[in-house]
DNA sequence: GATGAATGAGCTTTCATTCAT
DNA sequence: GATGAATGAAAGCTCATTCAT
């Protein structure tokens, strides 16, 4: 459902209501509130967006496709494979960490009623060069040989765990906890 | 004497509440709806609760301590350190795949906005024996000494990885499974 | 309609709804805080007045009842009629003042659609007696020859004018100002 | 453009609560009537009054503003004292009884808690110039020489227990009786 | 009679959506 | 396309009244 009419508008609308569901959270969501936030009449973001299930879904399609362009950038899947690895790895958490605020949209929303069963599905693509690296990485006998979802658990769980501690201000993220973490990690999936 | 307050009456909201937040969501939840569900009139909910706020708070609050008293039950910190991970490890788990729906509620409505610091603050002490148990691990030699909340982001989050992959389809869980993901975790944080 | 189940509590049920009417107004008196300022319980509230409407028109009686009986006190219509007429005068003034707030209550709710129109005609019947020496008045060439009405406006009227600027902390209310109205008052209307 | 705001709107708003307090009384208010009174929708009214307090605060100065500007109407205060005196005690008569619903409200809810401080506050400056009349008649020796709010209690007071006698039923108003009056009233305060 | 928990009709208010300008 | 006033269905909450104890 592509829309050229005014790509700026479009994101600020985005921008707005992601700032105000994390501020206000998602029951407290009004459309004239996020017309008003992004300096636009309250009927201009209908103009851009069918309704407000379509502005969410909009959403969160857009952030999780921003996100994965993110962190996908610069890792090229032909080098080595625990250099890749590595590098996804640390990307994930710095990409997480630096758009903390999409990050818990896209998590706080994820088993959301709201979600359309379609966006769901465009949403796991997403992740699928992980996947495929996992694949790789367990045929060549880097890896465990277990179930790839196992392993991923093991991935990405931490990261999210982890930043959620950070946000409690349980914990401080900087380069030694994140090596830290990653040799746990490390330690329990590689072969 | 009128009749008297009738506390399970509580537990009856609570469940009511749970079923609905869960079927459609939680900016789709309605106090009417609630009431109905429970069989009670839609004022008897207010006897009992200030307003709507004031219910999912200590919905939460009430699925934490039970999730939380559940998974401690059988629990013996006096064990062996290694039999109390491994028995406390699968109890989270189990407990958090029994209670599937609970925790769903749980871990989306953590950092929503609906939640009260102070109900964030008690929340957290409920994980607090898997703290200690940690410290104790990292005294004892028996796990790498790093921040504890390194290491259970290490313990926790996998779990959480995986039973949102069991969600969405991707993964069955089973006895084998469970045992992967426990190796894997076990292998990263053992000394 | 005379009830004789319990007459302090009657009274009590009165006193707070009074309190409360006066604290809050009409419109924000609830039965179950009347029950609690007279530390009942709601329902016993409903065994002495068949409803809220009940209650007021009930306590407007009451209140009119007894502030009629209290000015009227010491009130001998045999005397010379000048004694009589400043005696009332000025009976209705203290009477007015020291019970400000059934005063209050009854200016106020005087027009109010709650009043029910019997127990309106009841409530005229008790200026009869002010009615009945204005007349004897007149009669006696004592009074300016006009319709009672009018004669017991100039009486009454300024009365309540300088208590509600005195509420208003407009003018003081001593021997001296209300013999200063008292002058003026009956300046016009004595022959 | 969208349509721009109507201040007509609030006009309309201003007569249909006032019918109806005036029908069912004030604790009988329902802004959904208020609304279709004014051939509105209920969201409307509350584009324009914050809530149902708003609305009567505002209502009550609107009335209180009109009958104001009304009996000011052809009022010269550089004329001679007698007969602006009389001219203003007539115009102060005459706007009451042909604006007796509005009055009735303004006498109603003077003392009511729902009109807020500042609103009671504007409320008093309007009898500004009423005030400023008769302290020029005491300076000039025309009047009695007592506190201002004294010569107001006697002539604003016969006004209104006269009126309300004729809602009563129990007197005619018309150019003999008012005359009657004024002459008691004139008697009276006249030096 | 007394109690006060329970009821549910009914009210206030909100807010997604529309549409006249 | 853009605007924002208007709409009115729908939701949260209240409170007079009832009734089991």
Redesign the interface.
Known sequence: MARHRDYTKIEQIFESTLKLVL??????LKMAEVAKEANL?T?TVYIYFKDKDDLINQLYLFLKRRKTILFLQGIDQKEDFDLVLKKIWFAYFEVTMQHVNES?FL??Y?????LKSNV?EES?QILKPIYDLLERGVKEGKL?S??V??????I???????I??Y??G??EINAE?MN??YQ??????KA
Chains 1, 2, 3, 4 share one sequence.
């Open positions: 501020e206000k959270g998602f029951a407290g009449a009927g818990a998590e706080q994820y088993r959301s009623p709201f769901k796991k465990h277990v179930n979802e196992i392993l991923l658990s093991q990405v769980g931490p990261i999210h765990e982890m959620r501690a946000h409690d349980a914990v906890t830290q973490l746990l990690v490390m330690r329990g999936i």
